[in-house]
């Protein structure tokens, strides 16, 4: 049953990324999660995807393709500051420690001022996304963090 519920919230949030505009922040809402994000392609092989539900707050990026791995460090830098986001069990950036919460916490202040956020994997991949239209996707208040739930 686990493994069903993980499928189908896989598929959904592929296919939420798939319907979106490309090159553009948007934002949604569908069975219980918030949902922002944007992606540079039709293929979605380079994305930023974040949902925030009642249990859980994530974000996950995948550049040229590649999704990062578990346990691995995803840099992002907006103007002079870089972020480190590490990764779950299932290769997003979580939320549940206390650095993982200040960190997504600082990140989505600085999407939300910053021009262009660059994505960097641990394997060397890169990527880079504009900010336009962030402030306007993300809602001032970014989503409750695992940590302080």
């Known amino acids: ?79 002079g500051d870089e972020f480190e986001v590490w990764t779950d069990q299932l290769g997003r950036g979580g939320t549940a420690s206390h650095a993982s919460a200040d960190t997504f916490t600082a990140l989505w202040a600085a999407m939300r001022k910053g021009d262009v956020m660059r994505v960097r994997l641990a394997s060397g991949r890169s990527t880079a996304f504009t900010l336009k239209g962030a402030a306007k996707a993300l809602p001032k208040e970014p989503c409750t963090p695992d940590f302080y739930r």
């Open 1 to 79: 049953m686990k493994r069903a519920v993980f499928v189908l919230a896989a598929w959904a949030a592929a296919s939420s990324v798939a319907a979106e505009p490309m090159g553009v922040w948007w934002s949604g809402f569908g069975q219980g999660t918030f949902e922002y994000g944007i992606k540079n392609d039709s293929a979605g092989s380079d994305s930023v995807y974040i949902a925030c539900s009642d249990d859980s707050t994530t974000i996950s990026f995948t550049v040229g393709g590649e999704d990062p791995k578990p346990a691995q460090s995803v840099v992002v830098t907006i103007g």
